[in-house]
């Protein structure tokens, strides 16, 4: 009887440790495909991006609206010429919060640098913040993005930057550095520009 008992005890045993582990491998299956998504980058249509608050998306058309005047004038657009011995910052107030910061000797010549809030062309597009030149730098840059206009109410540590990348048409995941709820503000680092856009 003992015995039977036994048997019985270590038939159960076997199969809650054959479940732990099926459902071990099945989630690291998810956790692989997830990472591989963001190795391999994701098509426009593959995305949920976060939009403008539609008023902020009206205060863009209008200011698109004056756009054969002098760029400087307008908000939404910055830009500046960056010496490569001091480095510099472009946006900031003027781009509504976004910004970038460039270390001293990030690029081999001076340059002029530009940051523009990009109006979505079509019903589905983003809300995306556009830096120029595209270019790969020798430092990498501190950007700071501002998600004070997004329509978007959930908690800020969901929301995701990727980039895209003009050769093969995909969406890359930038790495998050830090969330400052208080300023509605993400930073992250990189050593090249290009359009980024808000994921969630």
């Not at 008023?55 to 760029?71: C, G, P, T, V, Y």
Request: aromatic letters at 14%; charged letters at 25%.
């Amino acid at each position: 009887m003992r015995r039977l008992a036994l048997i019985s005890t270590l038939i159960v045993f076997s199969i809650i440790v054959a479940f732990f582990v099926a459902c071990e491998k099945n989630a690291g299956l998810v956790e692989s495909k997830s990472n591989l998504a963001l190795e391999k980058g994701l098509k426009s249509n593959e995305i949920q991006f976060v939009k403008w608050k539609p008023e902020f998306n009206a205060r863009l058309q209008q200011i698109k609206a004056f756009e054969n005047l002098s760029k400087s004038t307008l908000p939404g657009i910055d830009f500046k010429i960056v010496t490569r011995e001091e480095g510099g910052v472009v946006g900031g107030e003027k781009t509504f919060g976004n910004m970038v910061e460039f270390p001293p000797f990030a690029f081999p010549e001076e340059k002029r640098m530009e940051i523009l809030l990009v109006l979505p062309n079509r019903e589905d597009a983003g809300a995306v913040v556009e830096f120029l030149p595209n270019q790969q730098f020798d430092k990498e840059v501190k950007v700071t993005l501002s998600y004070a206009e997004l329509d978007f109410s959930g908690d800020p540590h969901d929301l995701k930057v990727y980039y895209f990348n003009e050769e093969d048409g995909v969406w890359y995941n930038v790495p998050i550095a830090s969330v400052n709820e208080e300023d509605q503000t993400v930073i992250f680092y990189t050593d090249h520009f290009s359009k980024f856009g808000w994921i969630f």
